[in-house]
């Protein structure tokens, strides 16, 4: 069963027809009324005309993160700001919050592309769903809660955390359906053991995962575990939040919904695209997106595009699952972090030397992070009060930055690995495939 079978079965070629037709859109749009974009495309020496067939579009500038940073907060909205109903921004942990906007016709776009990938993963009128993605300005948990309440679905708005209630909830309240990050559903699953509840005390039968990479071992856990069809979506909030792709029953790939998105996959290194089941960093441009349109926007993630028609009957292309980033950025437990926004804390304390590793591994489940730096030999030939203090002291800030915990090792000079070339900051074992 479909969603909404006019667009998802589309044939191909009005597919394309109709992306044609909604990228020349949004393209005058940004040309009339985001100054950004204008400049760019000029700079290309390009103009609206210059844009005939979707092939054509590779010739357009691509938009980054550091855009939307550099015009922060409403540089880049296309309509005026008593236009817009609702905002949303990131933590800001890395430099300027990136913000996005939505008008009342952005939400109703929001919640059925979200209806979508729900109900491809198998969510009906009849579920109870706990929701235990963050509720805030994080898109996650409100993008999914208006999919499902769209479906029919009675949403239990648990957010993240405070887990032994959780699966309280749901044992009392029958929940049939979860939405969360993988990590953090093992994690109940874990709890659950502990508590003495089995799968088979409760009603699960479909959970749907995203917010960070994972990998087949992890949705064999999660299925095993908790009793539930695990399927996989993505999404970004610069471009909508969650709700852009989602996997079917199938699990052959995120159904991605290119009546509003146009996805291109270029190699990262060349910038030019590549062929179909070739695998390189996602671009994805939003055709309907009022408030806030971004033109090839560079993800960072690397995957594929696979433009067959599924078994399930949609006709939309899907992605494979994201493989990694073509940047530093760590995601732990769901939280994106950066390398140098612990080497800032690092190397700005008196006594801390420059050199230090970060290891990430998993750990039943949770992803854990350690980072051992070098302290100078006066130091660590101090008495133990010393050490205490400066542990406790960088181990607070580390949380106060990152917003997770961070395990610390204080080692003596020269104990890290020194190489002749790039140093190896990070050493992930994670193991995550593809």
């Known amino acids: 069963m479909i969603f909404n079978p006019d667009y998802e079965c589309m044939p191909r070629k009005r597919i394309k027809d109709l992306q044609l037709s909604r990228l020349r859109g949004v393209l005058s749009r940004v040309w009339e009324n985001v100054k950004f974009y204008r400049e760019k495309i000029e700079e290309k020496g390009l103009s609206l005309k210059d844009l005939r067939t979707l092939e054509d579009f590779a010739k357009f500038p691509f938009t980054v993160k550091q855009d939307l940073r550099d015009t922060y907060p409403f540089g880049l909205f296309a309509v005026p700001e008593r236009d817009v109903v609702r905002l949303h921004a990131s933590s800001g942990t890395t430099g300027k919050p990136t913000v996005v906007g939505y008008t009342a016709r952005d939400l109703q776009t929001w919640a059925e592309l979200s209806a979508r990938v729900l109900y491809a993963g198998g969510l009906r009128h009849d579920d109870k769903v706990q929701n235990f993605l963050g509720y805030g300005l994080f898109t996650g948990g409100l993008g999914m809660h208006y999919g499902a309440e769209k479906i029919g679905a009675t949403v239990i708005p648990t957010s993240v955390g405070n887990s032994e209630r959780q699966i309280n909830l749901m044992k009392d309240f029958g929940t049939t359906a979860i939405i969360g990050t993988p990590s953090y559903s093992l994690h109940l699953a874990e709890v659950m053991k502990e508590m003495g509840i089995g799968k088979e005390d409760l009603k699960l039968r479909v959970g749907f995962f995203g917010a960070e990479p994972w990998t087949e071992e992890i949705r064999k856990e999660l299925e095993g575990t908790l009793g539930v069809i695990a399927t996989d979506n993505y999404g970004l909030s610069e471009l909508i939040g969650p709700g852009v792709a989602g996997e079917c029953q199938l699990k052959v790939g995120m159904h991605i919904w290119e009546d509003h998105f146009l996805v291109e996959i270029i190699d990262p290194e060349t910038l030019e695209p590549v062929e179909p089941g070739e695998v390189g960093e996602l671009v994805i441009t939003s055709l309907t997106k009022e ?128 190489s002749s070339g790039k140093a190896k900051r990070v050493i992930d074992k994670r193991k995550l495939k593809a």
């Open 291 to 418: 408030a806030l349109p971004i033109i090839r926007y560079r993800t960072r993630d690397i995957t594929y595009l696979i433009e067959e028609p599924c078994g399930c009957g949609r006709t939309m292309a899907r992605i494979g699952k994201i493989k990694g980033r073509t940047d530093d950025m760590l995601i732990i437990r769901g939280v994106n972090v950066f390398p140098s926004q612990i080497e800032e804390v690092l190397i700005s304390t008196q006594g801390v030397l420059p050199h230090y590793q970060i290891v990430l591994d998993r750990r039943n489940h949770l992803d854990t992070i350690e980072v051992f730096v070098e302290i100078s030999d006066d130091i660590f030939q101090d008495k133990m009060r010393s050490l205490v203090e400066m542990d406790r002291t960088l181990t607070h800030k580390l949380k106060s930055v990152l917003g997770i915990d961070v395990k610390l090792r204080l080692v003596e000079p020269k104990s890290i690995e020194r």
